[in-house]
């Protein structure tokens, strides 16, 4: 019954690289016993024997993320629903992570470095196919690294595993072919440029704080820098100490006041998001019914802009930053520019500086810092 489902979803994802990775791998071992749903409560942990073996299996072999951990709280050790709050960790649905692998251009012969382990399975599609010498994962939290290192060691693969930051890399196995991570960061950590051999790739979910997300596919320059393109949008968790700070109270309608024409709802394309993002990089945003609100913490910088009349929307603004003006230019800008899709941008990493750019042809080229 296992095999027969789990063959199954290799016909679906109809990988002909990862396809015996994914025939070999129970992903029930790497979920365990229990996993979260999300209904109107919010996270509710459910136990397998809630449900009959047949359904359980199937939800395994399903091709969803499973979640497994919500704020810090492993699903085994949950009794109630968790509202409100993002997951912490999970297994990621299978045919994403075999996309992932695959731009990632991971093969045989290849040095690999993970991070997030989560609940290993990804980590076990790569011993397979590698070899679990090729083969470093970090994770972040203990409970979780301890579950996929049980899991791993079941499953009968023994690569080296690693608990903390995934962000300063793993000097000790450096330099790697492959950098994979399966959370998402707001900047290219230099330590993975140190880590990754020149010719090597960084493949990155990228997250910023508007709530923007993109895989990011760099390759590594002899010189130390490294390149690439945005070649799928993902939304990945935030690796953990780069997730937002809360948000906190704000006041609207209250600062200086102005009026637009740029419509807010572009920050609900995804490239629009990502280009606000971009240019607002430590904001937030909240939609408050059909006013947006955008508003930097640190900075105590705040911008709010509401539905008008039929001509615009009015803006009001307080703080060192003027949030909206920066959004309003960027998406100008973007909107000049043809509208492009967030695959025709690129991201460039040097030691000093990380900036993401669009070429805008004869004009030249839009660019926009990342976060420091
Ligand atoms: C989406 S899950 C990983 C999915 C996993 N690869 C799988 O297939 O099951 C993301 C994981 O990244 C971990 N994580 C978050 N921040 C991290 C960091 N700074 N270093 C290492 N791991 C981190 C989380 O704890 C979580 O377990």
């Known amino acids: 019954m296992t095999a027969k489902v789990r063959h199954e979803l290799a016909a679906e994802i109809d990988h002909p690289r990862w396809r015996a990775a994914l025939e070999a791998v129970p992903r029930e071992l790497f979920v365990g016993d229990n996993v979260f749903h999300p209904d109107a409560r919010g996270w509710v942990p459910v136990h397998r024997s809630k449900m009959s073996p047949e359904d359980w299996l199937a939800l395994i072999y399903s091709d969803q993320s499973l979640v497994t951990q919500v704020a810090g709280v492993l699903a085994e050790d949950a009794g109630e629903p968790i509202a409100n709050v993002w997951a912490t960790s999970s297994s990621t649905l299978p045919s994403l992570v075999v996309r992932m692998l695959d731009t990632a251009g991971i093969s045989e012969g290849d040095k690999v470095l993970e991070i997030g382990t989560g609940t290993g399975y990804s980590t076990a599609l790569m011993c397979h196919r590698l070899g679990s010498g090729a083969v470093t994962s970090i994770e972040f939290d203990p409970a979780v690294a301890g579950r996929a290192k049980t899991a791993l060691t079941a499953a009968g693969y023994a690569p080296t595993l690693v608990q903390g930051d995934g962000l300063d890399g793993f000097d000790r196995n450096a ?17 993975w440029l140190r880590q990754v051999r020149p010719g090597g790739t960084i493949t990155t979910p990228l997250l910023g704080w508007i709530g923007a ?72 945003h909240v939609w408050v019914e059909s006013t947006l609100a955008l508003h930097d913490v640190e900075s105590g910088s705040h911008a709010d802009v509401e539905p008008a009349d039929s001509s615009g929307w009015v803006v009001h603004q307080y703080g060192p930053n003027r949030l909206w003006d920066a959004v309003e230019r960027a998406l100008a800008s973007w909107l000049d520019a043809g509208k492009p899709h967030q695959s025709a941008f690129t991201l460039t990493v040097t030691p000093e500086r990380q900036w993401v750019s669009l070429d805008v042809g004869g004009s030249g080229s839009l660019r926009w810092n990342l976060p420091a």
Do not use: W
Request: glycine share 8%; with cysteine; charged share 15%.
């Open 175 to 191: 330099p790697y072919d492959r950098l994979l991570a399966t959370c998402a960061v707001r900047t290219i950590p230099l330590r």
């Open 213 to 284: 997300g993109a895989l990011a596919h760099l390759q590594v320059a002899d010189d130390g820098t490294a390149s690439g393109t945005f070649p799928e949008v993902v939304y990945f968790q935030p690796a953990r100490p780069h997730a937002a700070p809360p948000m906190g109270m704000m006041k609207l309608g209250v600062g200086d006041a102005s009026h637009t024409t740029m419509d807010p709802a572009l920050l609900n394309d995804e490239t629009g998001q990502f280009v606000a993002q971009l240019a607002a990089p430590h904001a937030q």
